[in-house]
């Protein structure tokens, strides 16, 4: 499509030699001699260029009507009087460019191509960002259960305040994508979304990683630097994993959701910051307040919104859905050529117990998509985990020992660490969470142990 600019200039002769230029060029032109009437013309145009001297009217003025009408069309800015403080005035009150009196058609033509090619780019970021938000619509988080409707009644509900939500449920049942719906759907979808593995921070790390240090601050700080909370600033925290969190890091974690403030390490210049924080546990922190291992203020500090996302296994109505959906959304991805899933392969889908809930799902969809040769995936492409089975205690007095016979309760303990290690592929925080530990006490027994913790 042809562009359409808008040339305001009350010289005629001058106006009518830019139209010529345009219009041979290939734009269409719509012209105006005075502000008023530009102003009529201003939505449709997708380039504005205005003399800054005007019959009745300061082209500044001017300019902060036009944002006012229209702020996404660019300015070009024409003047006789030309300094730097001009242009500098004609810039800060959103200005795109200027061009100083006389100027030669050639560099008109420049500028103007300029102009056109940054709104393009800027409507192509927003496109992007309007696509970016659309992935975590509610209709890509998949749910007809009650439970899960109630779910995007409450995000719809919270998301437009700054409240703080506690997202709690099992692993893989989509804590992140729900806590990344809540960003987006707030006043600070446009803001940085932070998010953070507490888990995945070593404790010696967590509080420079969290609240930024000073140089000098430890040994191998040559520059400051900005934690993760600063990143964050006018934008949203995600604290995954919160239960992870170690007692002297709740502290200041505390702090910042009561007062909104904090210090890097190294420093004793107080720092403030507008953030929503999110946090997400697979933990239960009722027990954890229970066991002394959790901060109770910190809790329900958090605990502002509390969202309990369900697992797969108490709302298999959804499974079919989510199977249907991943088909459609993986298929491509895979290069095979199944569109369907049949009945059959949808019965072993329902009766599995998906101890990995949603992100398992996926994975045996993607698994079986793969493998299969047909258009439909059937029962026999659904390849499934079978349930782990314990190790049976192996004691030649039935039930008559505690422990299986010849090993102390120790080594026993020792035993069971190390099966859990096995299972989580040596995740050290899920094989907590497998024997009902904290992240800390495991660590903790495998010190003991004389393993590296």
Same mark, same amino acid.
């Given at each position: ?15 009518? @030699? ?6 041979? $060029?290939?734009? #269409? ?5 005075? &502000? *008023?009437? =530009?102003? /009529? ?70 500028? @103007? ?6 709104? $393009?780019?800027? #409507? ?5 960002? &309007? *696509?970016? =938000?659309? /992935? ?318």
């Amino acid at each position: 499509m042809k562009k359409r600019i808008l040339v305001v200039e009350d010289e005629e002769k001058l106006r009518r @030699v830019i139209e010529l230029q345009l219009t041979s $060029a290939g734009f #269409d032109v719509d012209k105006a001699a005075a &502000a *008023e009437d =530009g102003l /009529r013309l201003v939505d449709r145009a997708d380039l504005v260029l205005t003399d800054l001297k005007l019959p009745n009217m300061d082209g500044l003025q001017f300019l902060a009507l036009i944002r006012r009408q229209n702020s996404q069309v660019p300015v070009i800015m024409m003047t006789a009087f030309g300094s730097v403080e001009t242009a500098v005035g004609a810039m800060k009150a959103g200005a795109t460019d200027f061009l100083l009196k006389p100027f030669s058609l050639d560099h008109l033509m420049q500028v @103007v191509h300029k102009a056109l090619e940054i709104r $393009a780019l800027r #409507d192509e970021n927003r496109q992007l960002k &309007a *696509e970016l =938000g659309r /992935r975590y619509e509610f209709d890509n988080i998949i749910g007809r259960s009650p439970a899960m409707q109630e779910i995007f009644a409450t995000i719809e509900r919270v998301a437009p305040t700054r409240a703080t939500v506690l997202l709690a449920g099992e692993s893989g049942t989509g804590k992140d994508l729900i806590a990344r719906a809540i960003h987006f759907h707030s006043p600070r979808k446009d803001r940085p979304l932070v998010k953070i593995n507490c888990a995945a921070i070593p404790e010696n790390l967590m509080e420079s990683e969290l609240f930024g240090y000073e140089k000098g601050a430890f040994t191998g700080a040559q520059t400051s630097k900005p934690g993760k909370f600063e990143q964050a600033d006018t934008g949203t925290v995600f604290l995954d994993e919160i239960g992870d969190v170690p007692a002297p890091i709740q502290i200041k974690l505390l702090r910042i959701l009561q007062e909104r403030e904090f210090e890097r390490l190294g420093s004793n210049q107080t720092r403030h910051i507008d953030v929503r924080v999110i946090a997400a546990t697979n933990q239960d922190l009722r027990a954890a307040l229970e066991q002394g291992t959790f901060r109770e203020d910190l809790y329900y500090r958090l605990n502002v919104v509390p969202l309990n996302i369900p697992a797969l296994r108490e709302r298999k109505q959804d499974i079919a859905f989510l199977a249907n959906h991943f088909v459609k959304k993986l298929a491509p991805d895979t290069g095979c050529q199944v569109e369907s899933i049949t009945d059959a392969a949808m019965q072993k889908l329902m009766a599995y117990h998906w101890p990995g809930n949603v992100r398992e799902l996926e994975n045996v969809i993607e698994r079986s998509l793969v493998m299969a040769t047909g258009t439909q995936l059937d029962a026999g492409d659904i390849r499934l985990e079978p349930p782990p089975s314990p190790r049976r205690a192996q004691s030649g007095g039935g039930d008559s020992h505690f422990v299986p016979e010849g090993m102390s309760l120790d080594q026993y303990e020792q035993e069971i660490i190390k099966e859990a290690l096995r299972r989580a592929d040596g995740n050290k925080s899920q094989a907590a969470r497998l024997l009902g530990l904290t992240r800390n006490a495991l660590r903790y027994r495998l010190t003991q142990m004389g393993m590296e913790a």
